[in-house]
T-cell receptor
Framework: GAGVSQTPSNKVTEKGKYVELRCDPI?????LYWYRQSLGQGPEFLIY????????DSGLPNDRFFAVRPEGSVSTLKIQRTERGDSAMYLC???????????FGPGTRLTVL | GNSVTQMEGPVTLSEEAFLTINCTYT??????LFWYVQYPGEGLQLLLK?????DKGSNKGFEATYRKETTSFHLEKGSVQVSDSAVYFC????????????FGSGTQLTVLP
C-alpha cells in the first residue's frame, strides 16, 4: 500500500515568509508525528497527534511553529516568519495506535534564504 | 531526560568486513529500542527493533541485542555489502505513554568494493 507522503519535497523561501508543509499518513494510522532533521544530525521530535488532537507538542521550538490535523488524517506544519535557522529536513511519520513502530515519509527540505 | 549516544562516524569498511556500530542510551525504565537506516536519497526506514531486555532484533543480516545492564543496543553485521552504505540511527521510545522517538546523531557507513 501507499506509504507516508509529504509535499512539497523541496521548499525554498525568503526570511520572514510563511510556509506550510503537508503530510499524508498511511491510511488507517491514527498517530502522526513531525520531526526536524538538521544536516548531520538525527531527527528531533516536534509534535505528535493522536487523531485530531495534539497529544504532545513539547518539541515545537517556539510559537512560530504550529501544526494541525483537522480530520485526523492529513496534517499541515505551519511556520510563520521563517528564519534562516529553520532550514532543515522536516520529516513526518505515522503509526497505528497500538504499535510503536513509526513509518517515515521522504521529508520536505526547507531552505530559508 | 532521554538520550541516545552513537559511535561517531564516518565508518569505512571493505566488503565482507564485520560491522559494529555502538549505541548506548539513557532512559528510565525499559524503553523500546530501534535502529533506523537512511539510504542515499531515501527516507528513514526501520531496520530492526527490540522492546524488552535481552531481546534480539534482526533483519537483513543485521542484529542488535537489548542489554539493560550496559544500557546498550549495538548494531552488528557479520559481512557487509556495498549496498549497506547508508546512515544508521539508533533511537528509543521511553516506556509509558510517551510515543516520540529520541534519535542518536547517526553513523555514516561506507562500504568499499
Amino acid at each position: 500500500g501507499a506509504g507516508v507522503s509529504q509535499t512539497p519535497s523541496n521548499k525554498v523561501t525568503e526570511k520572514g515568509k510563511y510556509v506550510e508543509l503537508r503530510c499524508d499518513p498511511i491510511s488507517g494510522h491514527t498517530a502522526l508525528y513531525w520531526y526536524r532533521q538538521s544536516l548531520g544530525q538525527g531527527p528531533e521530535f516536534l509534535i505528535y497527534f493522536q487523531g485530531t488532537g495534539a497529544a504532545d507538542d513539547s518539541g515545537l521550538p517556539n510559537d512560530r511553529f504550529f501544526a494541525v490535523r483537522p480530520e485526523g488524517s492529513v496534517s499541515t506544519l505551519k511556520i510563520q516568519r521563517t528564519e534562516r535557522g529553520d532550514s532543515a529536513m522536516y520529516l513526518c511519520a505515522s503509526s497505528t495506535s497500538q504499535e510503536r513502530e513509526q513509518f517515515f515519509g521522504p521529508g520536505t527540505r526547507l531552505t530559508v534564504l | 531526560g532521554n538520550s541516545v549516544t552513537q559511535m561517531e562516524g564516518p565508518v569505512t569498511l571493505s566488503e565482507e568486513a564485520f560491522l559494529t556500530i555502538n549505541c548506548t542510551y539513557t532512559a528510565t525504565g525499559y524503553p523500546s529500542l530501534f535502529w533506523y537506516v537512511q539510504y542515499p536519497g531515501e527516507g528513514l526506514q526501520l531496520l530492526l527493533k527490540a522492546t524488552k531486555a535481552d531481546d534480539k532484533g534482526s533483519n537483513k543480516g543485521f542484529e542488535a541485542t537489548y542489554r539493560k545492564e550496559t544500557t546498550s543496543f549495538h548494531l552488528e553485521k557479520g559481512s557487509v555489502q556495498v549496498s549497506d552504505s547508508a546512515v544508521y540511527f539508533c533511537a528509543l521510545i521511553p516506556s509509558g505513554s510517551a510515543r516520540q522517538l529520541t534519535f542518536g546523531s547517526g553513523t555514516q557507513l561506507t562500504v568499499l568494493p
